[in-house]
T-cell receptor, first 115, second 112 residues
Framework: GAVVSQHPSRVICKSGTSVKIECRSL??????MFWYRQFPKQSLMLMATSNEGSKATYEQGVEKDKFLINHASLTLSTLTVTSAHPEDSSFYIC???????????FGSGTRLTVV | GNSVTQMEGPVTLSEEAFLTINCTYT??????LFWYVQYPGEGLQLLLKATKADDKGSNKGFEATYRKETTSFHLEKGSVQVSDSAVYFCALSDSGNTPLVFGKGTRLSVIA
């Protein structure tokens, strides 16, 4: 089946540094990538939607300059958390959409801890 | 806007008990409906889906039927196992290429 490889699975970084999270669709092309954030014991909150080759569309309240999303190809999307702070600590999940695979495929998530 | 409401957890059941997790939705059109499962520390896995009214999705002993008249998509399993312990999310999609709208999730714990 369709697989989205998300890396890293866990990362600890110092406050003020930047962290990049990658999502790659394996064996299929993702026309759209969705980025979600999940707080402990809560549901997924949509952060942004990105289409290959165009700027991401951010949800209200999500700082686009802080959460940089790049979708340079149909198989790779990245989320960069810039100047991370402890309140950015969370579980980040990507989801790729493709008509070819009939729907949505989720990455395995990245646990970000900012110290 | 679209929304999904699912029963609050946590739900604790003994092994082999019957499971129901209620899910209702609000949508302007005819959405596709999904159940996802999340095991600790992992991403989401599609459990089952239904794309039109009266469709029944099923997988691994779980079932859910798309009920347009009651705008519901309740998840059921006849006999749960310890390995079913996870968080279950009900979700809908207006159409392809739009983000999924999730319910808040229901944590299920199955004890031996």
């Amino acid at each position: 089946g369709a697989v989205v490889s998300q890396h890293p699975s866990r990362v600890i970084c110092k406050s003020g540094t930047s962290v990049k999270i990658e999502c790659r669709s394996l064996d299929f092309q993702a026309t759209t990538m969705f980025w979600y954030r999940q707080f402990p014991k809560q549901s997924l909150m949509l952060m942004a939607t990105s289409n290959e080759g165009s700027k991401a569309t951010y949800e209200q309240g999500v700082e686009k300059d802080k959460f940089l999303i790049n979708h340079a190809s149909l198989t790779l999307s990245t989320l960069t958390v810039t100047s991370a702070h402890p309140e950015d600590s969370s579980f980040y999940i990507c989801s790729a959409y493709s008509t070819g695979v009939g729907g949505y495929t989720f990455g395995s998530g990245t646990r970000l801890t900012v110290v | 806007g679209n929304s999904v409401t699912q029963m609050e957890g946590p739900v604790t059941l003994s092994e082999e008990a019957f499971l129901t997790i209620n899910c209702t939705y609000t949508a302007t059109g005819y959405p596709s409906l999904f159940w996802y499962v999340q095991y600790p520390g992992e991403g989401l896995q599609l459990l089952l889906k239904a794309t039109k009214a009266d469709d029944k999705g099923s997988n691994k002993g779980f079932e859910a039927t798309y009920r347009k008249e009651t705008t519901s998509f309740h998840l059921e399993k006849g006999s749960v196992q310890v390995s079913d312990s996870a968080v279950y999310f009900c979700a809908l999609s207006d159409s392809g290429n739009t983000p999924l709208v999730f319910g808040k999730g229901t944590r299920l714990s199955v004890i031996a």
